[in-house]
């Protein structure tokens, strides 16, 4: 089974801090994703990353950056946290070797809370 | 982008079945999938369906989709409180890229 782990369930930040989430998957999957959900908005796509050093901006970028030094691992940045980012982050994965399906693979969310 | 619509809330009693609908607008959909959330938990994968057949089933779920009126659909026979979730539709387009709808929080009633 494939196993996508982010490395906190919850975490509590002040507003200004540098915020790191951080993702691992275990799977040799080249696509990994970032997510925020909130409610009545679903899963919007912060970034994306096809490949080590590679990194794509998602519909929602803004305040974000994303770090893929090393393939199993995607990390999220918040470089100057504030209130708006208090969100649940999800990561995800899959690869791109069968076109037709690729169903996405997530991890059981980081639940971030800015203060 | 592409718009993904879903009810945001479904109750039904245990035993009864539920139908959980989603629209979309891409015509250039090649798969379309059901997510489901329990709570406190990430995302799991229950079924999919390619975008040229019309149903899908597997034991209890039970995929239509409706390429014309770009709707989709997923029934659940014999709800379980088991099956309370949020209950998310995506869709990829030719490009491979993903669109989340808003997700429908089905609660289950004893």
């Known amino acids: 089974d494939v196993k996508v782990t982010q490395s906190s369930r919850y975490l509590v930040k002040r507003t200004g801090e540098k915020v790191f989430l951080e993702c691992v998957q275990d799977m040799d999957h080249e696509n990994m994703f970032w997510y925020r959900q909130d409610p009545g908005l679903g899963l919007r796509l912060i970034y994306f990353?096809?490949?080590?050093?590679?990194?794509e901006k998602g519909d929602i970028p803004e305040g974000y950056s994303v770090s893929r030094e090393k393939k199993e691992r995607f990390s999220l940045i918040l470089e100057s946290a504030s209130t708006n980012q208090t969100s649940m982050y999800l990561c995800?994965?899959?690869?791109?070797?069968?076109?037709?399906?690729?169903?996405?693979?997530f991890g059981d969310g980081t639940r971030l809370s800015i203060l | 982008g592409e718009d993904v619509e879903q009810s945001l809330f479904l109750s039904v009693r245990e035993g009864d079945s539920s139908v959980i609908n989603c629209t979309y607008t891409d015509s250039s959909s090649t798969y379309l999938y059901w997510y489901k959330q329990e709570p406190g938990a990430g995302l799991q994968l229950l079924t999919y369906i390619f975008s040229n057949m019309d149903m899908k089933q597997d034991q209890r779920l039970t995929v239509l989709l409706n390429k014309k009126d770009k709707h989709l659909s997923l029934r659940i026979a014999d709800t379980q409180t088991g099956d309370s979730a949020i209950y998310f539709c995506a869709e990829i387009n030719g490009a491979n890229n993903l669109f989340f709808g808003t997700g429908t929080r089905l609660t289950v009633i004893p």
């Open positions: 990353s096809y490949d080590v050093k590679m990194k």
């Open positions: 995800a994965s899959n690869t791109p070797r069968d076109r037709h399906n690729q169903p996405q693979h």
